[in-house]
């Protein structure tokens, strides 16, 4: 029974994070038709961008005292009804600056389902379960194009998609509700009693001896220079993300000539290869550590943003666009899971909600800020811009690795 009541809580996470990718992955199709509505320029997107981090990270950093009151299943019911009541509220707002505080409730529903269920999975269950839980977001902004493609065509606006999510939302709102109290049975003794187990690079146990390393304070962590460094590779790297995400419908359609189908489709195959990605990295992720799975994906995406730029004819600049989806695709939850062995046991609790916060600010910040660039200059800037933070983000996590490495020696 036990086992029946864990596999349905975590296929409820799954479902959650599918919520949460579904908005970002209408963003970057909509955006278009959206400014040209209210007469916008090209990198007004920032603004909006702002006020959904804003509300992402005050509700990242109260997640646990309210999910301590609440439960978890409540606490999702919470956030899914707000970010419904958001996406709705894009649909019918006349006007730009009521965009601006829908954003901001959107922010605060997102950042609730993302800090929760990191923590409870991270707690709960495996490396290879939280690839698959990120995975599930990819699900989700895969969906997200092609749902705003679909009623772009069929209706020539931008409104249904918000619309067809907004309501899906609603309904996972009222799922969480009725399920909420199976989040309540899961004994407290199964996190307290069971045995804390340390991995080496290639996923293998090397010890269950129960940590009894002291928590540092927040005000220590916030003076420890390997915390800075893994909250700036959450900073570069979830720019990184939703910049390709959000600008390559503008940069296909607007500036290398493809059509509104076109461009959305190849946003979708953008998430959709990031989801295949994470489906795979969970199957290997035990056996190839997350270390190596992160090496070997930062090699593949500088690879790819190579071939973004160049760009000697379509089919070249579209193969990167899939390619750089799928190198992508394991980082985020392979820096989750490696927060322990970057920071040390004392300073993983506080670091781990500091990146969350840090990831929030990257992806608004870096898209914001190649949306400036492209109004200067051009489109053609974007990738340029991701070659930039995606060197930044490579020299980072050398960076933090050696550093804790000399500090254990």
Not at 39 to 66: I, K, R
Request: charged share 10%; hydrophobic share 55%.
């Amino acid at each position: 029974m036990a086992a029946n009541r864990n596999l349905l809580l975590i296929l409820l996470a799954f479902i959650a994070f599918i919520s949460l990718g579904l908005p970002d992955g209408l963003l970057g199709v909509a955006w278009p038709s959206m400014r040209n509505d209210f007469n916008l320029p090209l990198d007004a997107l920032g603004t909006l961008l702002v006020g959904a981090t804003t509300g992402y990270m005050l509700s990242s950093f109260v997640s646990g005292a309210v999910s301590r009151r609440l439960g978890i299943g409540r606490l999702l019911a919470v956030s899914c009804a707000t970010t419904a009541l958001a996406l709705i509220g894009y649909a019918l707002a006349p006007y730009w600056w009521l965009l601006i505080g829908l954003a901001l409730l959107l922010g605060l529903g997102a950042g609730a389902i993302d800090a929760g269920l990191n923590s409870y999975v991270a707690t709960h269950h495996s490396d290879r379960m939280m690839q698959w839980l990120h995975a599930s977001f990819g699900v989700g902004v895969t969906l997200g194009p092609l749902i705003m493609t679909a009623g772009l065509k069929l209706t020539g606006n931008w409104q249904p998609g918000y619309w067809a999510v907004g309501l899906a939302q609603l309904g996972l709102a009222l799922v969480f509700l009725l399920t909420a109290s199976l989040w309540l049975k899961r004994s407290d003794r199964e996190t307290s009693e069971t045995p804390v187990q340390l991995h080496d690079d290639a996923g293998k146990v090397t010890t269950t001896r129960p940590d009894l390393v002291q928590p540092a304070s927040l005000f220590t962590s916030m003076r420890t220079l390997s915390v800075w460094l893994s909250m700036l590779l959450f900073f570069c790297y979830t720019g990184l993300e939703l910049t390709m995400g959000l600008w390559t419908y503008s940069l296909l359609a607007e500036s290398r000539g493809f059509s509104v189908a076109t461009a959305g489709l190849w946003v979708s195959i953008y998430w959709g290869m990031f989801t295949v990605g994470r489906l795979l990295a969970g199957a290997f992720a035990n056996w190839l550590g997350h270390q190596r799975l992160i090496w070997g994906s930062l090699a593949l995406a500088l690879i790819g943003t190579f071939l973004l730029i160049w760009n000697p004819m379509n089919v070249v600049g579209l193969f990167a666009i899939g390619l750089i989806g799928f190198a992508f695709a394991p980082v985020f939850p392979g820096l989750v899971s490696g927060t322990l062995h970057r920071v040390g046991k004392a300073h993983q609790d506080n670091t781990m909600g500091m990146q969350i916060a840090a990831a929030g600010i990257g992806g608004a910040g870096l898209p914001a800020l190649s949306g400036v660039l492209a109004a200067r200059y051009s489109l053609e800037v974007v990738p340029w811009a991701l070659l930039a933070a995606l060197l930044l983000l490579t020299g980072f996590y050398w960076l933090s690795l050696s550093r804790f490495s000399r500090h254990r020696n």
